[in-house]
């Protein structure tokens, strides 16, 4: 029997429409990789001199020891999470790894160890210049096996504790909704690195005996912003390429791709502008530092956002993204007294869950209770269930390896004390061997040395980066 001229055309079709979404899946996973580098820059131009080194060391560990370790555990643990959350649903414990031996499965699981590997990231800029090493890589290994991959399963992969048919969504009446991981990415990585942050402790010389915060700032501006902009690129394949080409009817997704490009193109600008008229009007004059925060924040904000809203909704979830900035990262270094070195819970915490719990109120299918109650109850779970278990591993972590350096080891910086190594070994040493940003500034625990030799006990008008209240510079949102 000769097959009809139709069926071998609708064949080739598909077979095309599958090829194109594979190649688009692969090149989008590439372009998200690229912000791992974006990470990089922010977080080392963010700290000082000496620990430049140790914050890139930790960057490539979080990707390169990460994806091994979603490899063998992460997705795995991912699946199980969604279906032991889902009334009904029938699986088998080896059935949840069978994407290690299933050629046809690695490039989904690519696309998912990207994100995976973003969250693990964003910790790294909050604990940095005192976590060990060995500490840190404990916990991003426990984040990357079981913490990040739990809160996926919950609200990712068609079934989970939050989607509409897993137990919470059945009881509320609707599916949590994150589209590129606002909440299950950013504000996931946030909140442990917020929760990290005050396990750790402060930096020494970041407070000063009544508490009130001292500046130290990062030895390369440039840097940051130069990182800021990596990421504002590789963002597009994180949000617009969660999109994918092709509807489920096989037709071209182009309204689709436009809105979540456009939602993503207003918020990253709004979320600028906002966060730099809220510290020109705190400071006299704009921040280019909380101006990068507040690109970035705008960026998270409209992460899970971004299918599911209006223009209009982009450009608000952006305005809120960034405004928030600098008034969230005060409050936590400030009331909490948290050294958060870069920020994170301010760029991706509060933004990513602000986000998303706004995502009715904008939404092009109109506003529900339903949903609504639902974004709030994701977010509470996600950022219940990272609090608790970031602790429970930091205080494991802190009994087999100590969870930061010893005084003098962090007066010497993690560079030459964790990897014998100086990222700028054209820059003096003083007595006690601890390398110097301004070339040979010795410093104490109470005269923090900056990159100009400025110390943190000076006057915030002897160093223009410091904010007159004595906070750091912002952070560097990473």
């Not at 508490?211 to 440039?222: A, D, M, Y």
């Not at 609090?387 to 010893?406: H, K, N, P, Q, W």
Request: charge should be negative.
């Amino acid at each position: 029997m000769v097959t009809p001229e139709w069926v071998l055309l609708q064949s080739d079709v598909t077979a095309v429409t599958d090829a194109a979404s594979a190649v688009w899946v692969l090149v989008v996973s590439f372009l998200i990789f690229f912000m791992q580098p974006g990470f990089a820059l922010l977080e080392a131009g963010q700290v000082r001199a000496k620990n430049a080194g140790n914050v890139v060391m930790k960057n490539m560990t979080d990707w390169s020891l990460g994806v091994l370790v979603y490899y063998v555990a992460g997705a795995g643990v991912a699946a199980v999470a969604g279906f032991v959350t889902t009334p009904g649903a029938e699986y088998t414990l080896a059935g949840a790894f069978t994407y290690i031996t299933t050629p046809t499965a690695w490039i989904g699981w690519l696309f998912g160890a990207v994100f995976a590997m973003t969250a693990a990231t964003i910790v790294s800029g909050a604990v940095a210049e005192r976590m060990s090493y060995a500490a840190y890589v404990f916990y991003v290994v426990a984040l990357v096996a079981v913490i990040y991959p739990v809160a996926q399963g919950f609200a990712w992969g068609g079934n989970g504790l939050l989607s509409s048919s897993g137990y919470l969504g059945q009881a509320i009446g609707a599916g949590y909704k994150d589209f590129a991981g606002a909440t299950v990415v950013h504000a996931l990585g946030g909140i442990a690195g917020l929760t990290a942050a005050y396990m750790v402790g402060p930096r020494n010389g970041r407070f000063d005996s009544e508490g009130n915060p001292r500046p130290i700032p990062g030895h390369s501006l440039l840097f940051a912003v130069i990182g800021t902009l990596f990421l504002a690129f590789g963002w597009y394949a994180f949000n617009v390429g969660t999109q994918g080409l092709f509807l489920s009817d096989g037709s071209f997704a182009g309204a689709e791709l436009g809105r979540v490009a456009l939602n993503t193109t207003l918020a990253m600008g709004a979320g600028m502008v906002a966060s730099t008229l809220v510290t020109t009007y705190w400071e006299g004059k704009p921040d280019p530092l909380f101006a990068a925060n507040g690109l970035l924040a705008g960026l998270v904000a409209i992460t899970g956002a971004c299918a599911h809203v209006t223009w209009v909704g982009g450009i608000a979830l952006g305005v809120l993204g960034g405004a928030q900035t600098p008034i969230v990262y005060r409050w936590v270094v400030d009331s909490l007294g948290i050294d958060d070195v870069c920020g994170v819970f301010a760029v991706h915490g509060s933004a990513g869950f602000l986000g998303t719990m706004l995502i009715p109120f904008f939404d092009v299918a109109g506003f529900s209770v339903s949903q609504l109650v639902m974004q709030i109850v994701g977010v509470a779970v996600i950022g219940t269930w990272t609090v608790l278990t970031s602790m429970v591993v930091l205080l494991v972590a802190d009994e087999l390896f100590g969870l930061r350096v010893s005084d003098e080891d962090e007066l010497t910086g993690l560079d030459r004390v964790e990897h014998g190594i100086a990222a700028y070994p054209e820059f003096g040493e003083s007595e006690s061997g601890a390398v110097t940003a301004d070339g040979g500034v010795t410093t104490t625990d109470e005269e923090v040395a900056t990159d100009g030799g400025v110390t943190s006990g000076e006057s915030a008008d002897a160093n223009p980066t410091a904010p007159d209240d004595g906070a750091v510079d912002g952070g560097d949102g990473a």
